[in-house]
């Protein structure tokens, strides 16, 4: 009775490692015992020959048809989203660099209003809160032609990411 | 027990490693030579992973533009082949993800059995094996299969890679590859043919 049980607990093990003993996939110790087994267990010789069998057929399927002309095809699309990508980093450099003359300009135009407002209001022949205005709209028209140039460029990416 | 694997770059053809050469300094010349070098592999892989040829297609494309994009990172003394699929592994996984919303160690999408579609099997089953009909089964059955399954199998018999080279490139120990690969081969073999399956002991 216990060795009937012992056979079929070795057997089940056994059949659990099939798959594995069939593409030579296991330790050569367990391996050999899988061998042993099924020189005494017709089931599992067929198995295990079903499984072999199975991994040969796996081996020898057919590519799949590539479709006409695709390394050209892939060529062509990794060129043109290489160009894509520099005139982008082209675009956010020229970005980058409105800003940072917006942001100067702002700095020496606040700079100049400190130190020569007075004789630029005298010069002008305007009172000192008109300059302050004329300065104030000077910065807000440089602001928001960046904002606005930015929201160009912006407007541009997102088109050539559409297409 | 890994180094062979890494080692292998130096038996890679001369040709390729030029191109990859070429490709890191820039050369677009280079990246066609390799596209056509392994177009054939790669396809097989992405079709296996996502199924339709239109995806797989533009998978393709996808994978040498983060090639180009990553080509700097790579590491010249590994073997391209395991790099480049890892690439193709991650984009399709996240196609897979993003457009399928089943986890991707489904279940079996259906206990049906493909047995009803073989040809019928005689003496001469070896020679149908051959036959484009038996292929087509095995691809459909291939195809019912996780994509966790997949992956292995068609990388341990299609790509012909070694258990220690696929968990490389899996990232996964090499005990996970083989339970991953028993798995496949029996839910294959339960697909193809339940009733040649062997009853229990005695």
Partial sequence: ?163 | MIAPFFTAVQEAPLMAENALIRLRRGDLEALTELIEEHQTRLYRFLLRLVREPATAEDLFQQTWIKVMEKIRNYDPNRDFTPWLLTVARNLALDHLRRYRPESLDEPLSSGDSMAELLPTTGEDQGAALLAGERSELLVHALHQLPVLYREVLTLRFEEDLKLEEIAVLLSIPLSTVKSRLRRGLESMRKLLAPDLQVGSHG
Wanted: one cysteine or more; proline letters at 3%; charged letters at 20%.
């Fill in chain 1, 1 to 163: 009775m216990d060795k009937d049980k012992h056979n079929d607990n070795n057997h089940q093990k056994i059949r659990a490692s099939l798959a594995l003993a069939a593409v030579s996939a296991l330790e050569p110790a367990v391996q050999s015992q899988v061998e042993a087994h099924l020189e005494s267990c017709e089931p599992c010789r067929k198995e295990f020959s079903a499984l072999r069998g199975l991994a040969s057929d796996l081996r020898v399927l057919p590519p799949p048809v590539l479709a006409f002309g695709l390394a050209q095809r892939t060529s062509a699309r990794v060129r043109a989203e290489l160009a894509a990508r520099s005139e982008r980093r082209r675009h956010n450099l020229v970005l980058l660099m409105v800003t940072v003359f917006a942001w100067i300009d702002t700095l020496i135009i606040l700079a100049i209003a400190r130190m020569f407002g007075n004789d630029i209001a005298r010069l002008l022949h305007v009172s000192d809160s008109q300059l302050t205005f004329g300065f104030v709209v000077y910065w807000l028209v440089a602001v928001a032609a960046t904002v606005a140039l930015t929201g160009h460029v912006g407007r541009v990416h997102r088109q050539r990411r559409l297409v």
